[in-house]
């Protein structure tokens, strides 16, 4: 860590008249056009200065883990140390995933023309605004430990929704600043005016045991979106057990509330760790219904064939489809429970999360060879993004 900052202060206390050793210096004005043409080099030899800055930290940010961009009023801007964007003339703002006196969302007003910094959204950039500020946690750390789990810090997960319907609760995530993501079983049956959604919540009854430091958000539903391929089984897992909420408002812009990333079509997840949260029971009996502090933990995504291997050691029969995944420990002791479908399975990838699964089914929880069974997103990514699409048109 201090030969990285030594570089780097290196790098950024340089002489002007020394360019850093992977650009190149500009070239100087002849004699006959010198007065005209220093103003211009000024502006090209200043613009250039503050992109080297910004570029240098921005390529430490990179190696520490955060996203290369953010997004700050639809348009893009990139995340590079705070002592870089300040010496590049810039204002920090937040957007990058931690705190911003850190890495910081550096938005230089000047440099507006620049593609690398800078552009200007439009119809066709949609996706690309999504994308921009998807996945960012205000805590970089995740609980390891739900069932077995632990409690989450607050704003860990700021895509994490809550639904009440009626009498019994239900998980969501956020997708866009519109749409919440859920499992359609939670409310294919319930009508809209019963559906409420909560988003950055910690603590659903407000005990003041866990320190929440900015209010939750109630939002209402305008629509319910089922997808067409639903199909419930009595016995089974369902199928294609997934649903959209249009909510009547939009989520606001709060560091305790983001979207997560949805997935490309076909994303690898055999064998990766992921990390499931949620607000249900946190003992396998009966003798609790569920906890009021969201709870998080980690857990193995599995092939079909362990997971079939699994539950036949058990005398289970289950019917797998490539809509559906599972993830759980061998032992049980890490995972979903009851009061947890519809919530989020979620990995790291290339620094931001990214939504893996839907809580869907299991055969008990928290018990051996009996893991949690999960809607998997990357099959029906772009299904969502079709409809997510349309809030912009």
Known sequence: MRIVL??????LLCDKSDGFFWFTRQTTPTRANRKESKLEENAIYNNDYQQRIAGTGRVLVTMMGYPQRCERKGQQHVCTLALSCWMAGGVSHTG??????????????????????????????????????CGLSADRILSKRIIGGDEARFAQFPWQAHLKILSYQCGGVLVSRKYV??????????????????????????????IELAPAELHRVKRKII??????????????????????????????????CLPPPGLQLQGRQAVVAGWGKIQPSNSLSGTNVLRSAHVPI?????????HTSKQIKVELFDDMLCAGHEDGKHDACLGDSGGPLIVLENGRWTLA????AGFGCGEYHQPGIYHSVAVTSSWMRRIISKEFA
Not at 302 to 310: D, T, V
């Open 181 to 210: 993501a859920t499992a359609a079983h939670c409310i294919i049956r319930a009508k809209l005016k019963d559906i409420t959604v909560y988003l950055g919540e910690l603590d659903t009854q407000d005990t003041g045991k866990v």
């Open 227 to 260: 997808h067409p391929e639903f199909e419930f089984r009595t016995t089974q897992p369902d199928r294609y057990d997934l649903a959209l909420l249009q909510m009547v408002t939009p989520a606001g812009h709060s560091f305790h509330i983001a979207p997560i």
């Open 6 to 11: 030594g570089v780097l202060l290196g790098l």
């Open 96 to 133: 990058c995933g931690t705190n911003p006196w850190v890495v910081t969302c550096c938005v230089i007003t000047h440099l507006k023309q620049n593609k690398e910094l800078y552009f200007q959204e439009s119809k066709n950039t949609v996706q690309k605004r999504i994308e921009d500020e």
């Open 357 to 360: 699964g839907i809580t869907s």
């Open 302 to 310: 599995l092939s079909k064939e362990k997971c079939y291997a699994w």
